[in-house]
Nanobody, 126 residues
């Protein structure tokens, strides 16, 4: 059974940094599209950053140049390095994964992902 568990969220001031981690257990597929969504109350989930098994990366325009997605294959862990945070980055962040690569871009729909973590809250104060 696939299990994702995010950690690393917290409260920071604008301009600060956080690193989210997401260990993935039970993954037996040879291909994948993995990434991060975020959501604030009253809004739809927004794709933030994605990575494929071929190391293709894609980012939402709002985070390009500030966020970096990466994966440690040995630890089977997904990361999201977030720098130069702004209050607009405040949200619940979710780690997601699916074995089908498909459309693995920041505009991918939330419904297309099979596996989700429980979320970790990021709060950025001005």
């Amino acid at each position: 059974q696939v299990h994702l568990m995010e950690s690393g969220g917290g409260s920071v001031q604008a301009g600060g940094s956080l690193r989210l981690s997401c260990p993935i257990t039970g993954w037996t597929y040879s291909t994948f599209c993995m990434g991060w969504f975020r959501q604030t109350p009253g809004k739809e989930r927004e794709g933030v950053a994605f990575i494929t098994w071929g190391d293709h990366l894609d980012y939402a325009e709002s985070v390009k140049g500030r966020f970096t997605i990466s994966r440690d294959n040995a630890k089977n862990t997904l990361y999201l390095e977030m720098n130069s945070l702004t209050p607009e980055d405040t949200a619940m962040y979710y780690c997601v994964a699916r074995p089908k690569i498909g459309f693995c871009y920041a505009s991918a729909t939330a419904a297309s992902f099979d596996y989700w973590g429980q979320g970790t809250q990021v709060t950025v104060s001005s």
